[in-house]
Each structure stands twice: as C-alpha cells, then as structure tokens.
C-alpha cells in the first residue's frame, strides 16, 4: 500500500502503553498498583448515569446537530458565565467527543508547513503528536520543578518568531501538577499584544482540579477573545473519561473551519453522551468537590512519602491529580524506573521522558488511587530504590 508519510510523525501517549503492559500483568495474577493512567478512579455519579439511561429510553438515538446540542452549549455558557463570568455565545461553543479532538483540531487549523506551534516541556504529549501530524513544527517552552512548574511568560514570548502559528497553555498541569500564577498569565497576555499573529490554544481540562486557590480562565481575557481557543470537557471533572465529552471555545474566524471539521470526522458527539454532560453541568456538584478533595488528599499524601524516599523529591502538586517526582539521586534513569518499577514490583507509573525531553530524571505518579495503594506503591518503590 502507498501509505501517507505522515503516519509516521503520529505520536502516542505512553499512559495507554503502560495500562495495557499493567492489565496484561495483572491477569497473570501479578498484583499491579495503577499509578500509570491519568483517569479518576471514582465511578460517574449516578445522576449523570441515570440521565444517559433516560435519554437511551426516551429515544435519543439520533445524530444531534455536528456543534452539539443547543441546550447542552447553553448550559456549558452559563457554567462559564457563573464561574468566570465571561460572555460567551453558544455559537464559539462546541460539544467534541472527549478533549483530545480539540487540540487535534487546532493543530490542523492552524498547523501545516513552516507554522511553528510552542508546546510545554514536559507536557502532555498529544500536543506535540498532534502538530507533528498537522506538519508544523513543535516548539517547547521549558517548566523546571525550581519555579514550581508554571512557565514564565517571559520565556514563552521569547520564542515566538513571525512563523509561530499557536501558543499551547496547560494550567493546572499535566505531567506536573503545576499551576501558573496569574501574574504570569497576565503578562503573556500583554506580551501577545505585540504578536496578533499568534493564536492560544488554553488547555483547561483540570480546571476544576486546584487544590489551593481558584483557577484562573484565559476567558478572563476578553482581549484575546479573536484568537483564544479553550479546550475543556467533562472526562476529569465529573469521572467520565470514558464517555468521550468535551467542549471547545473557539474564536469566531475558526468557528466554521471546527465545524466542517466535525461533520467530516465525526458527526456529532452521541445524544446519550451529550445528556449525561447536561445533567453533570446543570445538576449537583457535591461530586466534584468531594473528588477535588479525595485528590487534593492523596497529592500530599504521595508528596510526603515520595519526599522520605532516598533520592527522589517531589513537590506538593497544586491541580490536577499528578505528582511528577524527580528520580535523577537515584540510580535509574526514567525509563528504567518506570519499567523496574512495573515489571519487578508491580507499580505502574510513566516516565517522565514520555512527556518530553526535560522529563528526563523525572517520573510521572497519578493520585487516582485510594490512599492505602499509594501508600503500598511507594512502599514498594522504597524497596526497588534500596535493592538498586
Ligand atoms: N488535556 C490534558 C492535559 C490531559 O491530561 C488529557 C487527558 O489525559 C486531555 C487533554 C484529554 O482529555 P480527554 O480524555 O477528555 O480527551
């Protein structure tokens, strides 16, 4: 077959690779701890689960229009008006299967050859997959555990050029925890006023995952409100990863490309999906505190006893549900910890090397455990390190 050249730039997140390796070693009976994936070991609330069985039974089965349903981006600008008290049309807002198609999308809107895009290293590495595969080029700006892993504006700026086409944001932040002060996100905005080329794509998926503080939207912004994509969803908030719920923002100029986009991939995200998300949004959110709380618990938990381990320091992570731990005092290398770690004592985790070249020396462990396996699986890395 003449394949496309471009499959081989498609990266992969390694996060999938050791889930399978952890699930295949499980069902040979090895007793795995899972500190690989980055999903919410909460089940859905029922209350969402019960407003997807009623839209399956009230005959949901259809397409629903391809930027989603009208009532479902209403509630999602109203959820944005309440919580950032931004102004935003439901014509910006898109219902995306899942967050990932978001920055896939504005990697091919705005990728494509010569167009330089700025990514985080580490970070999430579907970024850098993504504008691979659009045919740009990935620029990484560095997060060092020193200045808590936010970026500094300054450096962002520094390396725009006239071909950067986008800025990519995380924050709070995958692999790290990290959450960019607002001082920094002021700046950037000011400093991009001297570039009205470039767009930014803000990923804002574990915005409702601070642990101290509020979390500070790009929305905030109405000045760049011409060229700021939000990328959001339901996946981590409300434990429904598996659902495949998201939401882009995206400026009026892209609106119909992410559209044409849609119809050509993947229609519509499907009804029952699209109801569930309504009733997580418009319903009760005890869940979410108590989820935020759960990992906000476990985080320091992983950091004090990360933190005794020959070694290995890792600071308090402020958002999302990872703690990323530098490993670089002990004798592996990342990659090595990650596969000693799972294959001889049963710990899933990724190296930080999956997120980036700065992710060398570093490992990534996710608190979507109960408190009594992190304790177990650092206990067990206690005794990899002491054997090593
Ligand atoms: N953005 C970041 C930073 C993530 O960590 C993830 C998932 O791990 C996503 C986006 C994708 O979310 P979804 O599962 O909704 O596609």
């Known amino acids: 077959m003449l394949l496309n050249e471009a499959n081989e730039r498609l990266g992969t997140e390694s996060a999938f690779t050791v889930l399978a390796r952890a699930n295949a070693l499980a069902q040979t009976g090895v007793?795995?701890?899972?500190?690989?994936?980055?999903?919410?070991?909460?089940p859905t609330p029922p209350h969402i689960v019960e407003a997807a069985i009623k839209a399956i039974k009230d005959g949901h089965?259809?397409?629903?229009?391809?930027?989603?349903?009208?009532?479902?981006?209403?509630?999602?600008?109203?959820?944005?008006?309440?919580r950032y008290g931004a102004n935003v049309p439901i014509s910006r807002i898109q219902?995306?299967?899942?967050?990932?198609?978001?920055?896939?999308?504005?990697?091919?809107?705005?990728?494509?050859?010569?167009?330089?895009?700025?990514?985080?290293?580490?970070?999430?590495?579907?970024?850098?997959?993504a504008i691979n595969y659009a045919g740009a080029k990935a620029v990484s700006y560095g997060l060092s555990e020193s200045q808590g892993y936010a970026f500094s504006a300054d450096d962002v700026l520094s390396k725009i050029t006239p071909?950067?086409?986008?800025?990519i944001i995380n924050s709070p932040a995958n692999p790290t925890g990290g959450i960019t002060p607002k001082t920094e996100l002021d700046k950037l905005v000011a400093g991009l006023e001297h570039h009205p080329h470039v767009g930014l794509l803000s990923d804002e998926i574990?915005?409702?995952?601070?642990?101290?503080?509020?979390?500070?939207?790009?929305?905030?912004?109405?000045?760049i409100a011409d060229r700021l994509i939000i990328l959001n969803g339901w996946s981590k908030t409300y434990a429904m990863t598996g659902w495949r719920a998201g939401y882009a923002i995206w400026?009026?100029?892209?609106?119909?490309?992410?559209?044409?986009?849609?119809?050509?991939?993947?229609?519509?995200?499907?009804?029952?999906?699209?109801?569930?998300?309504?009733?997580?949004?418009?319903g009760p959110q005890d869940c979410v505190e108590?989820?935020?709380?759960?990992?906000?618990?476990?985080?320091?938990?992983?950091?004090?006893?990360?933190?005794?381990?020959?070694?290995?320091?890792?600071?308090?992570?402020?958002g999302a549900f990872y703690a990323f731990a530098n490993i670089s005092n002990t004798k592996f290398s990342a990659k090595s910890f990650q596969?000693?770690?799972l294959e001889k004592y049963g710990v899933a985790l990724i190296a930080g090397t999956s997120f980036g070249e700065l992710g060398d020396g570093y490992v990534r462990l996710s608190c979507a455990n109960s408190q009594s396996a992190i304790q177990s699986a650092i206990e067990k890395l206690a005794l990899m390190i002491s054997e090593s």
Do not use: W
Request: charged share 15%.
């Open 251 to 282: 400026p009026e100029g892209l609106v119909d490309y992410a559209d044409r986009l849609a119809v050509n991939i993947h229609s519509c995200v499907n009804a029952p999906t699209q109801y569930a998300a309504l009733a997580a949004t418009t």
């Open 31 to 42: 007793d795995v701890i899972n500190l690989g994936i980055g999903q919410p070991d909460f």
């Open 95 to 129: 219902i995306m299967p899942g967050g990932k198609p978001t920055m896939f999308f504005a990697c091919m809107m705005l990728g494509g050859k010569g167009r330089e895009i700025l990514v985080p290293d580490p970070g999430f590495p579907i970024y850098q997959s």
């Open 61 to 82: 089965h259809g397409y629903t229009p391809s930027m989603g349903l009208p009532i479902l981006r209403e509630a999602v600008s109203a959820d944005i008006a309440t």
């Open 290 to 318: 108590e989820m935020r709380l759960a990992f906000a618990d476990r985080a320091t938990l992983i950091h004090q006893e990360l933190n005794k381990l020959e070694g290995v320091t890792c600071p308090l992570p402020k």
């Open 163 to 167: 071909n950067t086409s986008l800025i």
């Open 206 to 223: 574990y915005d409702r995952l601070c642990f101290d503080g509020s979390p500070v939207s790009m929305l905030s912004y109405p000045e």
């Open 339 to 341: 596969d000693t770690a």
